[in-house]
C-alpha cells in the first residue's frame, strides 16, 4: 500500500515527490517546473506520460492540482516526522521480522541483519495494527458488558434511592398522623384534667365560703359574749336569761 503510494506521489519525469503538482487534460500530473522544462522548446505539447496531445494552456501554464498538492505536503510532514536510522541516519523503511525492529535500506544490507525476513514497514504497520485491532475486539466485549453492568448498577442505585425516599415520606406520614393523634390525646386529657381541677377548686371555694360563714357567725358569738362578761352582775345575769 505504501509503494503504491509513492507511485501515486511521485512525478514520472524528476521520479520525485510532486512539487506545485499541475494536471492535465488527460488526468496525469506533473512538476509544474518538471513539465514546463519538458514542453521548452516543442512546438507541439504532449503528455510526457501517454503522449496525448495536450489543449492549449494560457501561457502554457496547466491548472494546479490543489487536493494532490494538499496529499503530497501531508505525506512529506508525516515521512519528515518518523524517526531515522540510529546508525545510518536513513528513512526507516523496512521492517526485520527476525529481531523484529525497523531498519533503512543500509541496515538490510549489513551482516547484522543477513538472511532475515524483511517487510516494508508501513506493510508490517499496517499487519501489526490489524492484530492490535483483532487483539481489542475481545476487550471491547468485555467493555461493553462492563458498561452494561455499570448501567444496571446506576439503575439499582437510583431503584434504592427512590425506594428509601418513598419509605422515608410513608414513615414520615406515618409518624406525623401519630403525632396528632398523640397531640389531640394530650389536648383533651389536659381538658380533662382542667375541668376537674376547677370543680375541685369550686368545691373548696364553696366550702371556704361555707367556713368563712361559720367563722363569722361564732366570732360574733364570742364578741357578744366578751361584751356580756363586761357588763355588772345584775346586767350580766339578765343578758344571759334572755339566751
Known amino acids: 500500500m505504501a509503494s503504491r503510494l509513492e507511485q501515486e506521489l511521485t512525478c514520472p519525469i524528476c521520479r520525485g515527490h510532486f512539487r506545485d ?17 519538458w514542453w521548452e522548446d516543442k512546438p507541439i505539447k504532449t503528455c510526457p506520460f501517454c503522449k496525448r496531445r495536450s489543449k492549449r494552456y494560457r501561457n ?54 543477513k538472511d532475515h525476513r524483511f517487510m516494508p514497514i508501513q506493510e508490517a504497520a499496517l499487519d501489526r495494527r490489524e492484530q492490535q485491532r483483532r487483539n481489542m475486539e475481545p476487550l471491547q466485549d468485555i467493555l461493553k458488558e462492563l458498561n452494561e453492568r455499570r448501567v444496571q448498577f446506576d439503575d439499582a442505585k ?3 434511592l427512590t425506594q428509601y425516599e418513598d419509605t422515608k415520606e410513608k414513615i ?13 390525646e394530650e389536648f383533651a386529657k389536659k ?22 360563714r361559720d367563722i363569722e357567725t361564732v366570732s ?6 366578751e361584751e356580756q362578761l363586761k357588763a355588772g ?4 345575769l339578765l343578758s344571759t336569761r334572755l339566751q
Open 220 to 225: 360574733k358569738t364570742i364578741s357578744e359574749t
Open 191 to 212: 381538658k380533662a384534667l382542667r375541668e376537674e381541677k376547677e370543680q375541685k377548686i369550686q368545691k373548696m371555694k364553696d366550702k371556704m365560703e361555707a367556713v368563712s
Open 21 to 37: 503538482p499541475v494536471v492535465l487534460c488527460c488526468s496525469h500530473n506533473f512538476c509544474r517546473v518538471c513539465l514546463q522544462t
Open 233 to 236: 352582775d345584775a346586767s350580766f
Open 158 to 160: 437510583a431503584h434504592i
Open 60 to 113: 502554457d501554464d496547466p491548472p494546479e492540482n490543489l487536493a494532490l498538492k494538499n496529499i503530497v505536503e501531508a505525506y512529506n510532514q508525516q515521512m519528515a516526522s518518523e524517526p531515522e536510522c540510529s546508525l545510518h541516519s536513513e528513512k526507516l523503511r523496512l521492517f526485520c521480522l527476525d529481531h523484529w525492529e525497523p531498519i533503512c535500506l543500509v541496515c538490510r544490507d549489513s551482516t547484522a541483519h
Open 172 to 184: 414520615r406520614e406515618q409518624y406525623q398522623q401519630m403525632h396528632l393523634c398523640l397531640y389531640e
